[in-house]
């Protein structure tokens, strides 16, 4: 068997088509959804996501405002430049790029930036609101996961869901969409026993660890959805925390790296800033 390949590039291009539609409507009506991207320092990997985001913006026609920081900028000033941003009526988005240089405490800033301009679906707020159903900004990657299962025709309810990787920004949030799709969760990490037995039991295996190709294909039931969100620079190039070319055997369906669930992301984030521009002007 090989896999079906869950085309993220394509389906974040039709998602970034429809959005594009709503941004011209609301732009008709006045409103032009406004995104402020944040980067401190010269980090490679965060430049590229960054170019990629403004990228995205311009296709969608949301404006984006950049603000490229020096590595020595100090935390107070960081703090002032997003109450800047949480001021400005121009501003529905907020995004600061993680990771922040080591001096810089991450909680610290994203705590500050407004819950309503949240973009990223970080701030505690938005995550309780989550947790209990409320309305938030969903976080763009495990949006983005949500979404290409949704794309992909995958039926959640009652399957054994398993995530590997517990941080606040993958494994937390996803293990708790695919909850809320009714998946039978377990969430795996560093300490886990038997990995390997415990992904072999899996419906579906959503997987963010950061090690390239640590998931080998021989783990993956036979029939499994695999979502893989690891992005590792190697010397062969960008390769995900799925051993792809075993994983593709064996899965009925599997998210490409690159092409996966990266594009979708941004997606993801272009959405938010137009929800957040709509719910700025009570629509
Ligand atoms: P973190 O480093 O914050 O978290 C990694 C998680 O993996 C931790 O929970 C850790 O467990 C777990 N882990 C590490 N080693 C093992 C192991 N040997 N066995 C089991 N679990 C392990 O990473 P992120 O969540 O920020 O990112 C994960 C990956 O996703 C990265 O490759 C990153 O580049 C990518 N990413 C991709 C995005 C996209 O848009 N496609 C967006 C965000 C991230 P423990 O908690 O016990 O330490």
């Known amino acids: 068997m090989t896999a079906t390949l869950i085309d993220g590039k394509a389906i974040a291009a039709k998602k970034r ?18 995104l402020a991207v944040v980067i401190v320092g010269d980090d490679p990997a965060s430049e590229v996501y960054v170019r990629n985001k403004h990228k995205a913006c311009d296709e969608v026609g949301i404006r984006s405002f950049k ?11 960081l703090l002032a430049l997003v109450g800047e941003l949480n001021a ?47 309305e938030s900004f969903l976080p763009c ?24 990787g517990r941080s606040n920004i993958v494994g937390k949030p996803v293990a708790h969409l695919l909850l809320d799709k009714n998946a039978t969760v377990t969430i795996c990490h560093s300490r886990t026993r038997d990995l390997p037995g415990v992904v072999r039991r899996a419906d579906v295996v959503v997987v963010g660890v950061g090690r390239p190709e ?12 695999v979502i893989d969100v690891g992005i590792n620079r190697t010397d062969h190039g960008l390769v995900g925390d799925v051993e792809f070319s075993t994983a593709v055997e064996r899965a009925s369906a599997i998210t490409p790296v690159p092409g996966g669930v990266g594009p979708m992301t941004i997606a993801m984030l272009m959405l938010n800033t137009l929800v957040s521009a709509r719910r700025h002007a009570g629509i």
């Not at 088509?17 to 406004?34: F, R, S």
């Not at 600061?96 to 679906?121: F, M, R, T, Y």
């Not at 640590?214 to 959805?225: H, N």
């Open 88 to 134: 400005d009526a121009a501003v529905h988005g907020v995004l600061v790029q993680l990771p922040l240089p080591d001096h810089i405490n991450e909680e610290n800033v994203l705590d500050a930036i407004s819950p309503d301009k949240d973009v990223d679906g970080f701030h505690p707020v938005n995550v309780g609101r989550m947790v209990v159903g409320k």
């Open 214 to 225: 640590m998931v080998k294909g021989d783990w993956i039931k036979p029939g499994a959805v």
């Open 141 to 164: 990657t495990p949006h983005a996961c949500m979404v290409l299962l949704e794309e992909a025709g995958v039926d959640l309810e009652g399957k054994e869901a398993v995530v590997v």
């Open 17 to 34: 088509t429809e959005i594009a539609a709503d941004v011209a409507t609301l732009k008709a009506q006045g409103i032009e959804p406004g």
């Open 67 to 77: 603000h490229e920081l020096p590595a020595d900028t100090t935390e107070s000033a």
